[in-house]
């Protein structure tokens, strides 16, 4: 079975300030793939990042980065310097190749709070 | 913006009610897939359709049913409407019915069931 973990249920930042959310999987697959999407009050789920099991390199898009890390089972995502618009729910979420669906599985999700 | 939309965006329906909630997918897409978000909860996989035919379903009772069209969008349909069917329901596309592949989600269709 497929497992991801956000331990950090919310986190609450001063704007500018850089912060990581972390994010820790379980899966037999070899082959997988991981996401990050991100909630505003709105609901709509926006996607943020896929990587797949087979690609160790850190990735910076702007003020994102995100650190896989396979040997500790991580994907964590920092914010660089931090702006009230980050402020959202964010989704660590897993998915497997096999047939049968390109079921994701969710974590719980961390809340973040940016305040001037 | 994604392009996958969804109707209606809220709606309020009594327990023991049936609802119909669509969505449109995003331009080339094949596969749509829905979720049910509880409040304060991850997004819960309920089943995937892929050119038509389910091909993938989650922890959810037989009440929960869909269908896709040939223009590849979906219909989720929910039977006897339960107080815990309260969620948010989310609609996601994606090319090809395996794993691995980038999957946008619209904005979602709240229900409340009173």
């Known amino acids: 079975a497929q497992k991801v973990t956000q331990a950090q249920t919310e986190i609450s930042v001063v704007e500018k300030e850089d912060v990581t959310l972390d994010c820790v999987y379980e899966?037999?697959?070899?082959?997988?793939?991981l996401f990050w999407y991100k909630q505003p009050p709105s609901g709509e789920l926006v996607f943020l990042i896929r990587r797949n099991s087979f690609d160790e390199q850190n990735e910076i898009s702007g003020r994102y980065s995100w650190n896989f890390q396979k040997s500790t089972s991580s994907f964590n995502f920092t914010i660089t310097a931090s702006q009230v618009v980050d402020s959202a729910v964010y989704f660590c979420?897993?998915?497997?190749?096999?047939?049968?669906?390109?079921?994701?599985?969710f974590g719980t999700g961390t809340q973040l709070k940016v305040e001037l | 913006e994604t392009g996958v939309t969804q109707s209606p965006t809220h709606l309020i329906k009594t327990r023991g009610q049936q609802v119909t909630l669509r969505c449109s997918s995003q331009s080339g897409h094949n596969t749509v897939s829905w979720y049910q978000q509880a409040l304060g909860q991850g997004p819960q996989f309920i089943f995937q359709?892929?050119?038509?035919?389910?091909?993938g379903r989650g922890n959810f009772p037989p009440r929960f049913s869909g269908l896709q069209f040939p223009n590849y969008s979906s219909e989720l349909n929910v039977n006897a409407l339960e107080l815990d069917d309260s969620a948010l329901y989310l609609c996601?596309?994606?090319?090809?019915?395996?794993?691995?592949?980038?999957?946008?989600f619209g904005e979602g269709s709240w229900l409340t069931v009173v």
């Open positions: 359709y892929y050119r038509e035919e389910e091909n």
């Open positions: 996601a596309s994606s090319y090809g019915g395996n794993g691995g592949n980038t999957i946008y």
């Open positions: 899966t037999r697959d070899t082959t997988y793939y």
């Open positions: 979420a897993l998915s497997g190749y096999t047939g049968g669906g390109n079921k994701l599985t």
